[in-house]
């Protein structure tokens, strides 16, 4: 990949990461007054925005994220199987895309639970914090993962460098 492309797969990469860990943020501090609310139409609002938020922002924002990741991984010297930071990484955001995608419908039949019900129903609805709570928590990882890209090559990686006669890291 041409250094003024990969740039911009870079930027577009980040924006999708940061713009994931950003919403996870909201639906995090939205389920918190979820749990922490005792007003039925603030528990109503914040389930709500959070069935919004997650298909509108981190959904999207998930796929772009594990898109552009893996275009970066094939466009650059790093590769997807070469080094175990990339390739935990990929593990981790197949994961946690997959756990996310697989867990919105319950969040959007928890929010029609919450148009529907009357107010004294609402007070055992709660918040959602174990999903977001955990899926920022990875995605923190990730992120030291892809700054600190600590070394260590996968078996594969080992051999294509040793084949090539190079044994330096990009």
Same mark, same amino acid.
């Given at each position: ?37 005792? %007003? ?87 918040? %959602? ?42």
């Amino acid at each position: 990949m041409a250094p003024g492309l990969r740039k911009l797969a870079l930027i577009v990469h980040l924006v999708f990461s940061v713009g994931w860990i950003g919403a996870v943020v909201v639906y995090l501090v939205l389920g918190i007054s979820a749990v922490a609310s005792k %007003d039925a139409r603030t528990v109503r609002a914040a389930w709500i925005a959070m069935e919004l938020t997650g298909w509108a922002a981190i959904v999207p924002l998930a796929l772009g994220s594990l898109l552009t990741g893996l275009v970066m991984a094939l466009g650059t010297p790093w590769g997807l199987f070469r080094h175990y930071w990339v390739l935990i990484t990929l593990v981790l955001t197949l994961f946690s895309t997959i756990v996310l995608v697989s867990h919105m419908p319950t969040v959007t039949s928890l929010a029609a639970v919450a148009r529907e019900a009357d107010g004294a129903a609402l007070g055992g609805l709660g918040g %959602d914090l174990f999903h977001p709570g955990v899926g920022l928590l990875v995605l923190l990882v990730i992120t030291v993962l892809n700054v600190y890209k600590p070394r260590g090559l996968t078996p594969y990686g080992w051999r294509e460098q040793h084949e090539q006669g190079t044994v330096s890291q990009p």
